[in-house]
């Protein structure tokens, strides 16, 4: 128990720093106990010499609380700190392959798994451990270099070996890696059965993107659209100054549109420019789906809260929260999430969403075609003979809303 006065100590002084509410009747001397106990009996009876070192299990047990506050807080080990960037961001995702790797002193894992991606559809799950990559085992090979084996060109395959966290035994999974857009604005254009209705499709909210879409709508608006679908579907976010500069092309000059929430912080208002220099008033719909994240939710938030657009599709991901870099000693370090972002009503997508006003079911079939009109150059005759023959529920169901 040498440990708990000093575990105490830590805890009753950052208490102190930053005004954290005190639990009821003392409670963090009996739980920081408990830690130490457990701590101790593990290190005292487990037969596994190699597991129960302090540092080792401490991390652990980190690993544990972090990955219980929210899906993006995460506690990053040392054999993970060289994946954080310059700018803050943890570098471990592979597009690509729709998954995150994760390192810590026992193993190379799944981190997360997005939506609809290629792990996603193979059934990986998150927390998976990789054993093998293409028959090879990672052993002690750094994650900056095991990160390398898992790239490729979209068509290509990467083949794991698996032990996931719900199921018996090794398993097995083929990868084949997507092509993945590097574009902000995707298509623009006025729809053939809905002349005076545009088109804009936008996969992320990349450095250029306000700029690129107010010269795509200033043509549309030249051809003569009267209304506007706006589509945001499979758009995982961006810079958020870009999304507050789009919104600012629909809603009047100095707006608050985002607002971000912190412990202890007064909340801060993003505001639209002061100047719009065209007066876009005409009726929007805006589409999303489960993959819509981050500043494509504020974006049909924002909208839906200020009356000025028709939220179509499904219910979107849950990434309305703001993440920092926290570094810590022994070479680890924390993802931690420390704010919210809201929409002007108050309300936030963080871990719930933006429920849409009309609901469309989107099948797979959907999500396929959806994925391929995006760069219809790459298809053969026959995939194109397909795609022009599908119909866009929710492109379908946008246009007659705003038609209303």
Not at 116 to 123: E, H, N, T, W
Not at 175 to 191: D, M, N, Q, T
């Amino acid at each position: 128990m040498r440990f708990a006065p000093i575990l105490l100590a830590a805890a009753l002084s950052a208490h102190a720093e930053t005004n954290i509410p005190a639990d009821p009747e003392e409670a963090a001397y009996p739980a920081l106990e408990r830690f130490v106990k457990v701590l101790e009996t593990v290190r005292k009876r487990h037969p596994d010499l190699d597991k129960v070192a302090y540092d080792r299990l401490v991390n652990q047990a980190l690993d544990g609380m972090l990955s219980s506050l929210d899906p993006h807080s995460s506690f990053i080990h040392p054999e993970m700190r060289q994946m954080v960037g310059e700018e803050g961001d943890l570098n471990n995702e592979i597009r690509s392959l729709g998954l995150s790797l994760g390192m810590d002193s026992a193993k190379l894992f799944v981190s997360a798994v997005a939506k609809s991606g290629p792990a996603d559809k193979a059934g990986i799950l998150q927390n998976a451990a990789i054993l093998a990559i293409n028959g090879t085992a990672p052993g002690d090979t750094p994650l900056t270099e095991i990160m390398g084996l898992f790239q490729g060109n979209p068509g290509d395959t990467v083949e794991l070996t698996l032990r996931d966290p719900e199921r018996p035994g090794e398993t097995k999974a083929t990868l084949i890696h997507r092509f993945v857009e590097e574009r902000s604005l995707i298509e623009a254009k006025l729809l053939e059965k809905h002349p005076a209705t545009g088109y804009l499709r936008l996969a992320q909210f990349g450095a250029a993107c306000a700029r690129e879409t107010e010269a795509a709508l200033d043509d549309l608006e030249d051809k003569g659209m009267k209304s506007l679908i706006l589509d945001l579907r499979e758009n995982g976010g961006g810079d958020l100054h870009q999304t507050v500069e789009i919104l600012g092309l629909f809603v009047p000059p100095g707006t608050a549109v985002v607002s971000v929430r912190g412990r202890g912080e007064p909340e801060e208002f993003l505001k639209t420019p002061d100047r719009q220099r065209r007066k876009r008033d005409y009726p929007i719909a805006v589409i999303i789906d489960r993959n819509s994240a981050s500043a494509s939710e504020l974006t049909a938030g924002t909208l839906q809260d200020l009356k000025r657009a028709t939220v179509i599709g499904e219910k979107s991901y849950g990434k309305g929260s703001v993440q920092n870099i926290v570094p810590m000693d022994g070479g680890t370090a924390l993802r931690l999430t420390i704010a919210t972002y809201h929409t002007p009503s108050g309300n936030t997508p963080h871990m719930k969403g933006i429920e849409p006003d009309t609901a469309i079911p989107f099948t797979e079939a959907d999500r396929d075609f959806f994925t391929r009109a995006g760069h219809p150059s790459a298809l053969n005759e026959e995939e194109k003979q397909a795609l022009a023959a599908w119909q866009d529920p929710a492109i379908k169901a946008a246009a007659q809303a705003i038609a209303k």
